[in-house]
């Protein structure tokens, strides 16, 4: 587990950025769960590592909030969800792109997702407004997404928790 601030828009697009690359770099993670209460920055980090992907600039982010789920035409392609309104049954194509090596699943609202349900290898990764900025805690689970998440702790300053 490993704990950063983003005090800035700035810092959460450079680290959105730095996210991307890590995560695209390994093919075995491809699927990041956003928890936070609304407005901590879910979908402006979603946002963000978008933005840092091939075609990310022809992405129109927004909160998938009442379509549930939006794709995005960048290289990988993602599928950004939000399980909010989801509480009785999730979005097929959820479960879809789970299963699909080549897309990059974010799920805001991410504890919905059952347990049984989760790809072996993903990050959880939490939100919180702060007085600084945004907190993010990150958790991996799986030894690849360990791995990651000790070569970010190399690339920005993190807290351990």
Known sequence: MASIILYSLEDTARFAEML?????AD???RTLLLHGDLGS?????????ALSLPGGSEAEVASPSFTLCNHY??????LHCDLYHCAGSLPEELFEALDNPKVLNIIEWSELLPEQDRPEEYLDIT??????GRSLTIHAHGSRAEALLR?????WPMRKA
Request: charge should be positive; include cysteine; aromatic fraction near 2%.
């Open 20 to 24: 991307v690359k890590a995560v695209t």
């Open 27 to 29: 093919a075995k993670i």
């Open 41 to 49: 920055g879910k979908t402006t980090l979603t946002r963000f590592m």
């Open 151 to 155: 070569h970010l702790r190399g690339q």
């Open 73 to 78: 035409a960048t290289v990988p392609p993602v």
């Open 127 to 132: 939100l919180k407004a702060c007085e600084e």
